[in-house]
């Protein structure tokens, strides 16, 4: 090789290496020149994963907060029977009615929806009352350890325009007991054919035209 270099003329050997130089500039214009963006993407999906792990950290440590909430509303609705939650929910709203001063003017129909943990109760009621008799009634409803939340409001002035009225839907969720399963029948034992044991009969012959029975 170096001897068919040393015989070409200075002017070959520029020819030549200029032909190098072009394919070297073609070769990295096509193979090393449209990987140039790849470092930068590659840093840019670190840092979203970066970011999602961290997420996911922070939710993960909030777990047994989000257990023990889940324990808390548990423990709010299983101590109120089925057959006493539409009166302690109609109980409740009345109570707190009375309390915080306003007036129930009507009481829709308690509607009932469930799914796998907890039966959901819902009412539309019209209220009517002063502004902080309205804004404490609605508070003190959904306070402490109530199971009773608002879900829908409105509020219009009355006739006079001296007090409000609001229709408010109301719900309250309460968690469903789970029943035990019946117990199962044990099956009756089989012989070995597979049918259940009787007793034997007992084996007659027959002489002439009687049949005697052999002890």
Do not use: C
Not at 35 to 61: G, P
Not at 196 to 208: D, H, I, L, M, N
């Amino acid at each position: 090789m170096s001897a068919y270099w040393n015989n070409l003329k200075p002017f070959e050997k520029r020819v030549v290496v200029g032909i190098a130089a072009f394919f070297f500039v073609v070769l990295n214009f096509f193979f090393v020149f449209p990987h140039f963006s790849d470092l930068s993407a590659v840093h840019a999906r670190m840092e979203e994963a970066q970011a999602k792990l961290t997420r996911y950290e922070n939710e993960f440590a909030q777990t047994n907060g989000y257990l023990t909430g889940l324990r808390g509303f548990e423990k709010e609705g299983q101590d109120v029977a089925i057959e006493d939650q539409a009166f302690q929910f109609t109980n409740a709203i009345q109570a707190q009615a009375g309390q915080s001063g306003v007036r129930v003017l009507s009481n829709g129909r308690i509607n009932t929806q469930t799914n796998q943990s907890f039966l959901e109760k819902s009412q539309t009621i019209s209220v009517q009352g002063g502004e902080p008799q309205l804004v404490d009634f609605l508070y003190n409803l959904g306070s402490g350890s109530s199971q009773i939340r608002v879900r829908d409001l409105g509020v219009r002035p009355d006739q006079p325009r001296q007090q409000l009225v609001a229709n408010v839907k109301l719900v309250a969720s309460y968690q469903k007991k789970v029943t035990a399963r019946p117990a199962t029948r044990s099956p009756v034992p089989a012989t070995k054919s597979g049918t259940p044991a009787t007793k034997p009969a007992t084996p007659t012959e027959k002489t002439g035209n009687t049949t005697t029975k052999r002890p």
